[in-house]
């Protein structure tokens, strides 16, 4: 465990211009497989902490979908990332408003979740959709990935990584017996390093000379998913009526989730604001394999065949076109045989590829690196590779992807009545608040401890929520969760399963009076003064002990931490 981390001297390179170029005789401390946002902000906390960083990009770097919403919880842990490492750059990645113009002007902003549910043959009705609008202290946005995956490899050069040439690509890496790493790109330069962290994703090297992956992956959500960037897709609230979509937002302000019996649909748009340039949205639909049996291999076929179902969701799209190739897999699930060895740990894309739904893939990724990165800088500095103190790591990623399977397999039940999805989401969003609110405190425990004792943000025993929250929140999920599966299993009518859900949540008293969180009618999440008034006035005389001391000064008062230096 890191207890403490001196800073070295920074000397930050031109964010702009000819990059150095690294030196094939050098041995690097850290070799990384990769270049994107996860792996860029890795390089960026590794090298700010005195590492010798090399960050090596792959061909899937460009083609391989990735997550592109965030919400309130995604940006605690870009936070709490900035703050330990000292990457102050880190922290604008979780709010929109401090990205730099360039970044803002090609990605999209995220103002509300929305959930609409279709069924087959008829219009959108008005009674069956939810939508969770972010409050305006927040800045949750659509990170265009090709702009934003250039920004973190930027940030890793300016801390002091070394990145191999654009024009390069990852051919093959490796382990020796005398503990070195090998990583070969093409036209055949080979580097050196004491350990190599592998986030290539379905091509990993590393996966494929170490067992590959599992012939039945370690997951139990399966999906057909079908990704694309799409032009020309219509904005939801210019095809109905939005009177009749009572205090509601723009859809696509926001992300949007076309809901239905065997899957969703997501859009992110990316040109949802005066400053974007980008007219583009990103278009994710996911299947599942037993509720769509036949379809045919062409992606566009799929796509036209599934949406022709659902007449508002087929009008979104009657103009729209592909502005590159689908990506797509009838079986979207994989799952690593070994995520770490000696001198080497397959990092997020490359050890499980799940759904990306419900901004899971990024927080994911982001919760990986935050844990990751402490452990290699203290490996560096102590002079310590071996594999027993990675186990950790890998069992708490696991545990992250335990977490994260449960969430979308319960997702999809949900799917298959809209009573249940309506309850469904409220208990996401209880979780995603309040755990919020606890990794915040965490962080800010880690902060102001003598030493900057972390420990607080390494519990990584507990799993999917690592760090305390108030008691009875686990408990609350599992057992809505349970509940669920029930209906899958026939056990339980949607509509029952809904209202035990719902009477669970109007009966734990950690939850804040708040109606989105413990009315089904209530369907528009509005964080008025009105109801700010009635959470305070809760927060004094009613909450339980263990949520009142989630109140922290920086928690009461929603700080933003300051805006990186050099930026807008």
């Known amino acids: 465990m890191v207890r403490h981390m001196n800073t070295p001297p920074h000397v930050p390179q031109a964010e702009h211009g000819a990059a150095e170029i690294p030196d094939p005789s050098e041995m690097y401390d850290v070799a990384i497989l990769g270049s994107h946002l996860e792996t860029g902000l890795l390089a ?27 919400v309130p919880y995604t940006a605690e842990v870009f936070n709490l990332l900035a703050r330990r490492f000292d990457v102050p750059e880190a922290a604008a ?73 654009d024009t390069t690509e990852v051919e093959d890496a490796w ?21 190599l962290v592998d986030a290539v994703g379905a091509g990993s090297p590393l996966a494929r000379r170490n067992g590959g992956d599992d012939m039945t992956p370690r997951l139990k959500h399966t999906s057909r998913v079908y990704a694309a ?19 509601m937002a723009p859809w696509s302000q926001g992300t949007v989730n076309h809901l239905f019996d065997g899957g969703w649909l997501q859009l992110a748009a990316f040109g949802n604001h005066e400053e974007s340039g980008n007219p583009l949205t990103s278009v994710t639909l996911s299947l599942a394999p037993d509720a769509f049996p036949d379809l045919p291999d062409d992606p566009d076929k799929v796509f036209a065949e599934v949406i022709r179902n659902y007449p508002d969701i087929e009008r979104q799209f009657q103009d729209a076109t ?41 927080t994911m990724g982001m919760e990986s690196v935050c844990a990751l990165a402490a452990a290699l800088v203290a490996a560096v500095r102590e002079d310590d590779f071996s594999p ?49 609110l606890a990794l915040r405190r965490a962080r800010a425990e880690g902060e102001a401890s003598e030493g900057r004792d972390w420990s607080a943000v390494e519990k990584y025993e507990l799993g999917g929520m690592w760090f305390d ?41 950690f939850i804040p009076p708040l109606k989105i969180l413990k009315s089904a009618r209530t369907r528009v999440y509005l964080y008025s003064w009105p109801q700010r008034i009635r959470m305070l006035f809760w927060l004094k005389f009613q909450a339980s002990d263990d949520f009142r001391r989630l109140l922290t000064r920086e928690n009461v008062m929603t700080t933003k931490p300051p805006a990186a230096d050099g930026e807008e």
């Open 44 to 70: 960026a906390a590794l090298a700010r902490q005195g590492v010798r960083v090399l960050l090596a990009g792959a061909s899937e770097d460009s083609s391989a979908p990735a997550g592109e919403t965030t």
């Open 93 to 165: 990645f979780g709010l929109f408003p401090h990205l730099p113009d360039r970044i803002r002007a090609g990605s999209g902003l995220n103002k509300s979740l929305g959930y609409l549910y279709h069924r087959p043959g008829k219009p959108q009705h008005p009674d069956e959709c939810v939508q969770f609008v972010v409050p305006g202290e927040h800045g949750e946005w659509h990170p265009y990935r090709p702009d934003v995956d250039r920004y973190a490899r930027e940030l890793a050069r300016k801390y002091g990584a070394l990145t191999t040439p």
């Open 175 to 195: 382990t020796e017996d005398d503990h070195t790493a090998r990583v070969r790109v093409t036209g055949g330069t080979t580097y050196r390093a004491r350990f």
């Open 229 to 247: 960037v799409m032009r020309d897709v219509t904005p939801f609230e210019e095809l109905v009526a939005m009177r009749r979509y009572r205090h």
């Open 322 to 362: 592909p502005v590159r190739p689908w990506t797509a897999a009838g079986q979207w699930q994989r799952t690593a045989g070994r995520t770490y060895g000696t001198g080497w740990f397959l990092l997020g894309r490359s050890a499980v590829r799940n759904d990306m739904f419900l901004a899971r893939d990024i």
């Open 388 to 436: 027993e103190r990675f186990a950790r790591i890998a069992e708490f990623q696991q545990e992250l992807s335990r977490w994260n399977d449960a969430l979308l397999h319960a997702a999809r039940t949900a799917c298959t009545d809209f009573r249940l999805w309506n309850a469904y989401c409220r208990i996401w969003l209880v979780w995603q608040q309040i755990a919020h």
């Open 469 to 509: 929250a108030p008691s009875g929140l686990r408990d609350i999920i599992s057992d809505s969760l349970r509940i669920i599966d029930s209906v899958r299993t026939g056990r339980v009518t949607p509509a029952t399963a809904a209202d035990q859900i719902f009477g669970k949540l109007r009966e734990a008293p």
